[in-house]
């Protein structure tokens, strides 16, 4: 089966700019999360869609970071505006139904490297 | 979330086995084991999970210990592929919450 795809694998951008990253989940992966990976750290989860509705969005910084999944399928993760902290790798996984997913992986994409100078 | 303690780095020879320990000592009656692994440039990939008894797949072990407050796991020959780092988290199957990821081992292989 195919992965996760995220585009783009690279983003530079100055600071106050805008960014945009796009994930397609696994067909049929009902539940997709959007991790930021700082180095040296492990991923810390922002979001968790389940189809289209928002499940938890409590670590997402909502003054500056908007997401979205229309239709339940792709998803767009958006920083306006950006700072130096924000640089990052950024992570979309995606996963059958979210209560079952204790019997099922997580898939991850490649994730998107964000630099912000 | 019910927490994890792995050491920072470990190192392994080719073709030896490895032994990744987890302790997860406030572990509840409810809590999976989960192990993840993350190569470089990669996402994290899912390697095996388990509650009580011991599990094998085709990429690893997990032996789990009998009070389930530690965990180990096995790689049975390490080759230059699995240099990565190692998660190990520990997923609430009633919560239903999503994997929280702590900073992992990061194993090193030398030929």
């Known amino acids: 089966e195919a992965g996760v795809a995220q585009s783009p694998r690279y983003k530079i951008i100055e600071k106050r700019q805008s960014v945009a990253f796009w994930c397609n989940p696994i067909s049929g992966h009902a539940t997709l999360y959007w991790y930021q990976q700082i180095l040296g750290q492990g991923p810390k989860l922002l979001i968790q869609?389940?189809?289209?509705?928002?499940?938890?969005d409590s670590q997402l910084p909502k003054d500056r970071f908007s997401a979205e999944r229309l239709k339940g399928v792709d998803s767009t993760l958006k920083i306006q505006p950006a700072k130096l902290e924000d640089s990052a790798v950024y992570l979309c996984?995606?996963?059958?139904?979210?209560?079952?997913?204790?019997?099922?992986?997580?898939?991850f994409g490649s994730g998107t490297r964000l630099t912000v100078v | 979330d019910a927490k994890t303690t792995q050491p920072n780095s470990m190192e392994s020879n080719e073709e030896e086995p490895v032994h990744l320990p987890c302790n997860h000592s406030t572990i509840s009656g409810t809590d999976y084991i989960h192990w993840y692994r993350q190569l470089p440039s990669q996402g994290p990939e899912y390697v095996i999970h388990g509650l009580t008894s011991n599990v094998n797949n085709r990429m690893a072990s997990l032996a789990i210990a009998e009070d389930r407050k530690s965990s180990t796991l096995i790689l049975h020959r390490a080759t230059l592929r699995d240099a990565a780092v190692y998660y190990c988290i520990l997923r609430d199957v009633e919560e239903n919450t999503p994997l929280v990821f702590g900073k992992g081992t990061r194993l090193s292989v030398i030929a």
């Open positions: 996984a995606s996963s059958l139904v979210a209560f079952l997913t204790f019997n099922y992986g997580y898939t």
């Open positions: 869609f389940q189809n289209n509705g928002v499940v938890d």
